[in-house]
């Protein structure tokens, strides 16, 4: 029974890591760490931060990074931010301060959601 328990030990190393339930950025560093210990010809695991981990499981998975840039949706809201922009000049022109500050904190929150999306 010994000899049994040592295979299948062995069978579970040669293996690998398996993947964990929850997303790679939700587990703590601890459990990254014993993730990436399972990996075999790798060193400097204890030396790593949380994103190199998280990249280097990327990696060992197949997991391929999301690229967060949408150009479209950045067009559509400087688009918005245009027309927004002329509505508080004829706001401005009748005089209704209200809807300028209005249109000013809309006008505010697109810019910064394209600022996010270009990040």
């Known amino acids: 029974m010994a000899e049994e328990e040592k295979k299948e030990a062995a069978e579970k190393e040669e293996k690998g890591p398996k993947m964990p339930d929850k997303p790679l950025d939700r587990l703590t560093i601890k459990e990254l760490r014993e993730i990436a210990l399972k990996i075999p010809n790798v060193q400097g695991v204890h030396g790593m931060n949380k994103e190199e981990l998280i990249a280097l499981l990327k ?58 999306l270009a990040a």
């Open 59 to 116: 990696d060992y998975f197949g997991i391929k990074e999301e690229k967060k840039k949408d150009v479209a949706s950045i067009r559509e809201l400087k688009h918005k931010i245009r027309e927004l922009k002329a509505k508080r000049e004829e706001a401005r022109e009748k005089g209704d301060k209200r809807m300028v500050k209005i249109l000013k904190r809309r006008i505010s929150r697109l810019k910064k959601r394209t600022r996010r």
